[in-house]
């Protein structure tokens, strides 16, 4: 039930197109409550908790910090470069991210 209930929550906040997928993530990764998760996720973006649901506000935040966006354009971050952004930006691990690392090490 805990992904299903996760993943509601973070759908209910607009996915990618707020900030839903990172605080799924902080749930996810470290066993936060959703409070603490948005608390945290808003002041690694710098924005206010109310902001974390609003897209144009998210928009703005996630083009500006390379996280990615709904509908990338020509320049902006896409797929794991996104991904490696977050990983540093929330402090945690991701798992393609790591093993993307691992790779590129031993080549």
Avoid: W
Wanted: aromatic share 2%; with cysteine.
């Amino acid at each position: 039930m805990g992904m299903a209930v996760t993943h509601a929550i973070a759908s209910g906040m607009g996915g990618m197109r707020a900030a839903g997928d990172l605080v799924a993530r902080m749930q996810i990764s470290r066993g936060m409550k959703i409070d603490a998760a948005k608390a945290y996720v808003a002041e690694k973006l710098g924005v206010a908790v109310a902001d974390l649901t609003d897209p144009v506000i998210m928009t703005e935040a996630r083009e500006d910090l390379n996280l990615g966006l709904l509908h990338p354009h020509a320049g902006s971050p896409k797929c794991m470069e996104a991904k490696f952004n977050i990983a540093e930006l929330l402090d945690i691990d991701i798992n393609c991210v790591d093993k993307f690392k691992q790779r590129a090490s031993i080549a």
